[in-house]
């Protein structure tokens, strides 16, 4: 009889807080987990969708005028040079001779209109630069993003496509 005693108190109620503990809490950590995992991987942000739309009605407008025959217009810009940042003892400098391209000969007749703000944006946002900032492709990558967004803002309301390279020097 001593021992079916000792059974019985073994065999006692889990208690409030290793329930929690043990049971619940990992239960709400995958629901949890789960739910996030599935509005990240599958569910689209609105906003990234109207985004990626407006980026494929371009792309599909641009393809569209190019199957129309239009060819590109290219409105060449004068050697540019400015400072960089200075990170040594020399002044590191950038010399580049850009090419913009428009769309049609009517867009070309406004950049060179407005082509005095254009050198203006590039050559101050170049002056904001080191000269580590342009090493290699991917830094070439970001210095094309960044000058094609402030060339197309200060260019309005013609639509500039692109930014080509013909020459980049920078000397440290």
């Known amino acids: 009889?001593?021992?079916?005693?000792?059974?019985?108190?073994?065999?006692?109620?889990?208690?409030?807080?290793?329930?929690?503990?043990?049971?619940?809490?990992?239960l709400l950590l995958l629901g949890g987990g789960?739910?996030?995992?599935?509005?990240?991987?599958?569910?689209?942000?609105?906003?990234?969708?109207?985004?990626?739309?407006?980026?494929?009605?371009?792309?599909?407008?641009?393809?569209?005028?190019?199957?129309?025959?239009?060819?590109?217009?290219?409105?060449?810009?004068?050697?540019?040079?400015?400072?960089l940042i200075m990170t040594g003892k020399k002044q590191p400098f950038m010399v580049t001779t850009m090419v913009l391209e428009v769309g049609s000969p009517e867009e070309q007749k406004i950049v060179e209109e407005v082509q005095p703000r254009i050198e203006n944006e590039i050559v101050t946002y170049l002056r904001s630069l080191r000269p580590e900032d342009v090493q290699g492709a991917a830094g070439l990558q970001?210095?094309?993003?960044?000058?094609?967004?402030?060339?197309?803002?200060?260019?309005?309301p013609a639509k500039v496509k692109d930014i080509l390279f013909k020459e980049m020097l920078v000397q440290q």
């Open 34 to 83: 789960a739910a996030a995992a599935y509005f990240l991987l599958f569910k689209e942000d609105p906003e990234a969708a109207a985004a990626h739309g407006a980026e494929g009605d371009a792309a599909h407008e641009e393809e569209a005028a190019e199957e129309e025959g239009h060819v590109p217009v290219f409105v060449e810009l004068p050697k540019m040079q400015a400072n």
């Open 1 to 26: 009889m001593a021992e079916e005693g000792v059974e019985v108190t073994a065999k006692k109620k889990m208690s409030g807080k290793k329930l929690v503990l043990f049971i619940v809490l990992p």
């Open 142 to 156: 970001r210095l094309r993003e960044e000058l094609l967004t402030r060339v197309k803002e200060a260019a309005k």
